[in-house]
C-alpha cells in the first residue's frame, strides 16, 4: 500500500510546552509512495528555517519485502530532551496506522538506540536473525567472552594473549512494533509536550 494517504498534514505546527513551535515538512523529493520523509523545522534565526529533525520511512522495496521500514531518523543535539524523535516517531505511526499497517520496523538499529526503540514496544522480528560466524583461527581457544546487545547474543573466542580469533552469534536484522501498541505507549507522552497533536 505504501504511503497513499496521509494522517500529518504538510505545514502542520506543534508547540513544545516550553514555547518554541515546530513545523512539520513533507519532502517529496523521491516522488513516490514508497518512501515518507518528514522533517521537523523550527525558527532557529531570525528568518531563516532550521532542521530540528527528520525521519525516513521506506515501503515495500526489494530490500525490505512489503515493510514499514524507517531508514533515518534523527534530532539535531540542540533540539534533544525535547522529545522530538518521539514526536517524530509518533507521526511516522499515524502514517502507517492510515496506511493500513500493522507493524513499523527497524533495519539493524544502533546498541546506543535500542533502548529508544524498546521503550516503544519493539521487539527483535523473530524471521530475521541471522547467524554471524567467522571461523577460528585456533580451534582449542576459548570463548570466553559474552556479551549482549537487546537480544543479540555475541561470544568471543580469544588467545592466552588476549588477541580475538572469532565472533559467534546471532543478530537481528529487523525489530519490530506493533503500530497501535507504539501509538498507545507514546500518545501521553506526546499530549503532555506538545499541542497541536492529532
Sequence with gaps: MGFELSAIKDQS????NDGQFFLFERINKW????????RLITEYKENDDYDAGYIIVSYGDSYHNQRYVISTIAVDPAFQKLYLGSLLMYAAIKEVMINQGVFLYVFQPFPAALGFYIKLGFFPDPEGVIEEKKPLVNPEANLTGRYVIGED??????????????RLGRKHRYW???VETAHNILYPKIISYFTGII
Aim: charged letters at 25%.
Design 13 to 16: 505546527i506543534f508547540k513544545h
Design 31 to 38: 516522488h513516490s509512495r514508497n518512501k515518507l520523509h518528514l
Design 153 to 166: 547474543v555475541f561470544y568471543d573466542a580469544f588467545d592466552e594473549k588476549g588477541l580475538m580469533y572469532a
Design 176 to 178: 519490530q512494533a506493533n
